[in-house]
């Protein structure tokens, strides 16, 4: 299983996405186009999205990989134009890494 983070994890969830099998990448800057083909968003089952600021990431991505599933792991709510996009939105003060990573884990399956 293949992941792909667009922002900053400072809750560890590429560790915790490792800890149950995922191979984790991680797409630099905006995640714009280049660079989530550069992390390997062709052959990601998963994209998480750590920033809301980030958001256009996730058309993007939907549109280059088909059955992509999205978590939303942010303190910030969504934009309209993607929350219904997303499979998940899950806010870290509330859901632990280790938490997310299992049920991202189980439905990937």
Known sequence: MNAVIAGPDEHDLGAALSAVGFSVTRAAGT???PALEEAGIHDAELLVLTDAALATAIPVATD???DLRIIAYTTDSLPEFVKGQAHMALD??????EDVAEEAADTGE
């Open 31 to 33: 995640a714009n186009r």
């Open 64 to 66: 280059l990989t088909d």
């Open 92 to 97: 870290p003060a509330l859901f632990d890494p």
